[in-house]
């Protein structure tokens, strides 16, 4: 320990805080930058667009839902009714046991919730919602060959 014997001597205990004070503004400065990027837009929520993603294989349980409502599963026509018993029939026919949700943007969460819950019925262990609606072209090319009878 080391003792001054000098009394005109003071020790120095102040803290110099200026060098904090350039850390917390420049702190501040990048928040007020960054904070206008965590606004919630919840009136403008629409389908995200995905530029990059893993792309969905075409082995698994595909369900398309149309604007008006209709379902397709694999390309055929089904109805609500007939969904859990045509899931459980082709389970055993497809790689893995995926339900891939295809739905156009204007559609209800419910008729989104109704194939949820006819895949749960059916004992599928993953549901995957694809990230892009159903374009239009693919909705006319569904009508058209459920008109036909293919």
Do not use: H
């Not at 009394?7 to 120095?12: A, I, P």
């Not at 008006?68 to 790689?95: C, H, R, W, Y």
């Amino acid at each position: 320990m080391a003792f001054s014997t000098n009394k005109k001597e003071k020790l120095f205990t102040e803290i110099n805080i200026t060098p904090l004070t350039d850390i917390f503004l420049v702190l501040l400065i990048i928040m007020m930058v960054v904070a206008p990027t965590f606004q919630s837009m919840d009136n403008a929520i629409t389908v995200p667009e995905i530029n990059s993603g893993v792309a969905i294989e075409q082995k698994n349980a595909t369900i398309a839902i149309t604007r008006d409502g209709q379902m397709f599963l694999n390309g055929k026509p089904i109805t609500e009714d007939q969904l859990t018993d045509e899931l459980v029939a082709l389970k055993g026919s497809i790689e893995k046991p995926e339900v891939v949700v295809k739905a156009d943007e204007k559609v209800k969460s419910a008729e989104i919730m109704k194939v949820m819950n006819a895949a749960q019925d059916a004992e599928y262990k993953k549901l995957i919602v694809a990230g892009e609606p159903l374009s239009k072209k693919e909705q006319k090319e569904l009508k058209e060959d459920s008109e036909q009878g293919v």
